[in-house]
């Protein structure tokens, strides 16, 4: 079955950066398209960035620059590099896969404090 594990979340200061990762598994990695949300408290669940199967990136207006998506395919893995992290950035990151429907990780926590 399809399942989607994130890591790489944590405590960071303003300004300072992390690297979230997805592992997939169960499905065929290199040919699907892979995004990454984020879901804040008290607020709705939504897109961070996106990536096509063929490696075209997309970004919500609110990155700004700061973040990169990019995937490996041999090692099945999806990443979301932060740079420039703003304490409105603090969220539970998910990564979601679209595999006949949509499926997502349990969330790592990105916390952007002094």
């Known amino acids: 079955q399809v399942q989607l594990v994130e890591s790489g979340g944590g405590l960071v200061q303003p300004g300072g950066s992390l690297r979230l990762s997805c592992a997939g598994s169960g499905f065929t990695f290199r040919i699907y398209g892979m995004s990454w949300y984020r879901q804040a408290p008290g607020k709705e669940r939504e897109l961070v960035a996106a990536i096509s199967a063929g490696g075209t990136p997309n970004y919500a207006d609110f990155v700004e620059g700061r973040f990169t998506i990019f995937k490996n395919n041999v090692l099945k893995r999806m990443y979301l590099q932060m740079n420039s992290l703003k304490p409105e950035d603090t969220a539970v990151y998910y990564c979601?896969?679209?595999?006949?429907?949509?499926?997502w990780g349990q969330g790592t926590q990105v916390t952007v404090s002094s």
């Open positions: 979601n896969a679209h595999v006949n429907r949509a499926y």
